[in-house]
């Protein structure tokens, strides 16, 4: 089993920062992949951006430029930078970690972009 929790959401100005967290525990191996989603009101959970085991980074063209996705491998934990907040960046964010066979979410954090 694997347990991801996430942290460092809020409320933040269009325009501002925020740094999301998520630290993994269990039976973590580092050849999982890792992600961040999220989830606007009225919407379908989607990618926002992954990492792979070798560090290859991957991200939706919305937020290219402006997210960035980093790992440390021996904290298990996925960080994703955000900067330069638009109010259609609010949403629940959720963490992923998976593999082959194996698929484990964290419970979210909430991010919310005043304007």
């Known amino acids: 089993q694997v347990q991801l929790v996430e942290s460092g959401g809020g409320l933040v100005q269009a325009g501002g920062s925020l740094r999301l967290s998520c630290a993994a525990s269990g039976s973590i191996s580092s050849i999982y992949t890792m992600g961040w989603y999220r989830q606007a009101p009225g919407k379908e959970r989607a990618l926002v951006a992954f990492?792979?085991?070798?560090?290859?980074?991957n991200y939706v063209d919305s937020v290219k430029g402006r997210f960035t996705i980093s790992r440390d491998y021996p904290k298990n934990t996925v960080y994703l930078q955000m900067n330069s907040l638009k109010p259609a960046d609010t949403a629940v964010y959720y963490c992923?970690?998976?593999?082959?066979?194996?698929?484990?979410w964290g419970q979210g954090t909430q991010v919310t972009v005043s304007s």
């Open positions: 990492i792979s085991s070798g560090s290859s980074t």
């Open positions: 992923r970690t998976w593999a082959l066979g194996v698929d484990y």
